[in-house]
């Protein structure tokens, strides 16, 4: 039996749904449980760097196996709502 934390869920889905507003950014599907979400978009060892220098390292990592995404921790609430405002400067 897996134990499901509901908060991070919910946070996961309103987080990717915000995500998805942003031009240029496409959210791919992922199994529910985690905490991470795959973004799908343009030159994305270019906004990682971009990204990582204005918040903190590590904020969006690049997988190796997956040609033009980019990996993004789902953090708390606030943690998200900088990312998602620093993602929208970036790709204007």
């Not at 905490?35 to 390292?57: F, G, Q, S, T």
């Not at 997988?63 to 609430?77: E, K, L």
Request: glycine share 4%.
């Amino acid at each position: 039996m897996e134990i499901v934390d509901t908060k991070l869920d919910q946070e996961k889905e309103r987080f990717c749904s915000r995500l998805a507003s942003i031009p240029g950014v496409r959210p791919l599907p992922s199994p529910q449980t985690g905490d991470w979400i795959l973004l799908k978009v343009p030159a994305p060892a270019d906004l990682a760097r971009k990204v990582n220098r204005r918040l903190e390292p590590g904020t969006l990592s690049v997988p190796r196996t997956i040609a033009g995404t980019v990996r993004v921790h789902v953090a708390d609430p606030k943690r998200n709502e900088a990312l998602l405002r620093t993602l929208r400067e970036v790709v204007a």
